[in-house]
């Protein structure tokens, strides 16, 4: 079965400064995806990043960056120079083949001005 | 280039009455997806098209939930008769294939239902 995990229902950080949020997951399969996702208040689901299993460089997009540990099957998100706008809850979702994104039950965050 | 579309963004019906969709996904996005958001909780998925085939709807109530895909643009998605549990945000989302495709989504339906 595939599940996957965000052990941080909340977190917070002040503006300007960074903050890594946690997901680990489960799977027997070698080939699959990892995504993270932003849903702010108005509720529209936003791809932050994603990476391909296969891949062992991290992938990054300006100020997210991920740190994905195969072996350990953990895939955190890093949010670098923290902004206002970050203000949201963060999913991790977790990919294999032609099967459906399982999504954790999320991390809010919260940027302190 | 346009975002999935739903409609309508908020709804409140009671119990046992009917409430139905739309989804207009990006166009040329072959896989279209429902998911159910309860409060508090991740998205999980109902059902699944690729064009206007299911693809998989084996988490999706069978016997008040129904959606469909006719010309494999649009879809619909139907709840009938509705219970208070079903109350949630109805996310539509879609993809150019399956894998690893990225899966983009909708603003979503807020359902209450009383």
């Known amino acids: 079965a595939q599940t996957v995990t965000q052990s941080q229902p909340e977190m917070s950080v002040q503006e300007a400064e960074t903050v890594t949020l946690s997901c680990t997951y489960d799977?027997?399969?070698?080939?699959?995806?990892l995504f993270w996702y932003k849903q702010p208040p108005s509720r529209q689901m936003i791809l932050v990043i994603r990476?391909?299993?296969?891949?062992?460089q991290n992938a990054t997009e300006n100020r997210f960056s991920v740190n994905f540990q195969k072996a350990a099957k953990s895939f955190s998100l890093k949010i670098s120079d923290s902004q206002l706008g970050d203000t949201a809850m963060y999913f991790c979702?977790?990919?294999?083949?032609?099967?459906?994104?399982?999504f954790g039950t999320g991390t809010r965050l919260t940027v302190i001005p | 280039e346009a975002g999935v579309a739903q409609s309508p963004r908020y709804k409140i019906i009671e119990k046992r009455q009917s409430v139905a969709f739309w989804c207009n996904p990006i166009?040329?996005?072959?896989?279209l997806y429902w998911y159910q958001q309860i409060l508090g909780q991740g998205p999980k998925l109902l059902i699944q098209?690729?064009?206007?085939?299911?693809?998989?709807d084996s988490q999706l109530p069978k016997d008040r939930f129904s959606a469909e895909r006719l010309k494999g643009v649009d879809s619909t998605l139907k709840i009938q008769p509705a219970k208070l549990e079903d109350s949630a945000v109805y996310l539509c989302?879609?993809?150019?294939?399956?894998?690893?495709?990225?899966?983009?989504f909708g603003p979503g339906t807020r359902l209450l239902v009383l």
């Open positions: 989302a879609s993809s150019l294939g399956t894998g690893g495709k990225t899966q983009y």
């Open positions: 799977t027997s399969e070698n080939n699959y995806y």
């Open positions: 990476q391909e299993a296969y891949k062992q």
């Open positions: 979702a977790f990919r294999t083949g032609a099967n459906n994104l399982f």
């Open positions: 166009s040329g996005h072959a896989t």
């Open positions: 098209f690729q064009n206007n085939g299911v693809v998989d």
